[in-house]
């Protein structure tokens, strides 16, 4: 999609602070939702995900909501630590997909 | 379990070289395949997924290729590297689930 070629937006957040990550998706038929973290030289890693069935899904740390009418999903993390700081990335697949879409990823920063 | 690996880490090859970067998943039959690229401090690109041994999609035009031999092995391949292809390569499976799980990745330079 148009976003690969974006550089990345950036988040920056206080040790200790909530991050909130946001997404928009296009798709009204995208019925699973997935967060993604990567950090620098490594392939990205499944945080969370979401059916289109909820509105939101908490894991340690981190909670999920999805918002079907503004097709907005947002990743929050709690108690934001130094190791939270990567590239966040949200993807999204319809139902009886086969192809996951990734949104164009944020970059969040911790400072100490 | 499954696990996916992806070698080499790290790779310089000079403009006009031929290029092989292999993937290979265990603990898991028939799944599906993927090669993404990412550039630096950029999204994830899809440039190939397959379905089957021998099934290969790709999803933009350019000067590499993949093949699927064996059920559980996909490769990226080209027959001359230009400085445009360097990058980050991440190759991707999906089983039975609806999710990814990514390997650790090439970087790619090309030089």
């Known amino acids: 999609g148009e976003s690969v070629g974006l550089h990345l937006p950036t988040l920056s957040v206080q040790e200790g602070d909530n991050s909130i990550i946001n997404c928009a998706y296009s798709n009204s038929a995208s019925d699973y939702f997935i967060w993604y973290k990567q950090e620098s030289g490594k392939g990205p890693q499944f945080i969370i995900d979401i059916r289109s069935n909820m509105d939101k899904r908490q894991g340690q740390r981190v909670t999920v909501l999805l918002n079907k009418t503004v097709k907005h999903l947002s990743l929050q993390i709690a108690a934001t630590q130094p190791g939270d700081s990567a590239v966040y990335f949200c993807?999204?697949?319809?139902?009886?997909?086969?192809?996951?879409?990734f949104g164009g990823g944020t970059r969040l920063m911790v400072k100490p | 379990s499954q696990t996916i690996h992806q070698w080499p880490a790290t790779l310089v090859q000079p403009v006009g070289s031929p290029l092989s970067l292999e993937c290979t998943v265990e603990g898991t039959s028939n799944p599906n395949l993927y090669w993404y690229r990412q550039a630096a401090g950029r999204g994830l690109q899809l440039l190939f997924y397959s379905v089957g041994i021998g099934q290969i999609s790709s999803e933009v035009p350019q000067n590499l290729s993949a093949s699927r031999p064996q059920d559980r092995q996909f490769i990226l391949s080209s027959k001359k590297l230009l400085l445009s292809d360097s990058g980050f390569y991440l190759c991707?499976?999906?089983?039975?689930?609806?999710?990814?799980?990514f390997g650790s990745g090439t970087r790619l330079t090309v030089v």
């Open positions: 993807a999204e697949i319809p139902w009886a997909g086969n192809m996951l879409t």
């Open positions: 991707a499976w999906r089983g039975s689930s609806y999710g990814y799980t």
